[in-house]
């Protein structure tokens, strides 16, 4: 084969990738796709002194950047950003339950990564929701 003919193909097959990626994020921007199921999901990580610590920590390291040390939105990340990230403490987000943000956390959306494979540990991610009910306002 040619190498001018490679570098078409090459070239074809990454316009493609860019095209279903940039597909991919419209489609994930228009909802999350809650079903009853997932917002039924029980937490099965007690919340004790220790999951609220583990969750923070974790929070710290890979969630803080985008949503700010007290869940308010506002990471250095933050502004970056073409949406907003929310806001943990209002009393909108705490009506939701555990296992829609264990849900959340774990799919991501848009600009937010999937954390399914960052934080490969269930009991991580569900720490995580133990330390963001620390976040309600008070
Ligand atoms: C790169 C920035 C970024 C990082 C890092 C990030 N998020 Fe997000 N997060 C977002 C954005 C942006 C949204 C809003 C997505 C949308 O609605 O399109 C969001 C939404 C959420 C929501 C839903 C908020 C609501 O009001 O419904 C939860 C819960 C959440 N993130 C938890 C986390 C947790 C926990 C982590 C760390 C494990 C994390 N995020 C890391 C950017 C980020």
């Known amino acids: 084969m040619k190498s001018n003919q490679l570098r078409l193909i090459v070239i074809s097959m990454g316009m493609f990738l860019l095209f279903s990626l940039g597909n991919g994020l419209q489609a994930q921007t228009t909802g999350w796709n809650i ?3 997932i917002k039924a999901t029980k ?17 710290n390291k890979h969630c803080k950047s985008c949503h700010g040390s007290a869940g308010l939105g506002d990471g250095t990340r933050a ?17 939701t339950t555990d ?9 991501g959306k848009g600009k937010m990564p ?19 009910r620390t976040l309600a306002a008070k």
């Open 79 to 95: 502004s970056t950003l073409d949406v907003a990230c929310g806001d943990f403490s209002s009393s909108k987000f705490q009506a």
């Open 99 to 107: 296992g829609e943000i264990f849900f959340q956390i774990s799919a």
């Open 35 to 37: 079903t009853p199921a």
């Open 43 to 59: 937490n099965p990580v007690p919340t004790s002194k220790e999951s609220k610590a583990d969750g923070k920590e974790l929070y």
């Open 114 to 132: 999937s954390f399914k494979r960052l934080i490969p540990e269930d009991n991580g991610r569900w720490a995580i929701v133990n330390y963001i």
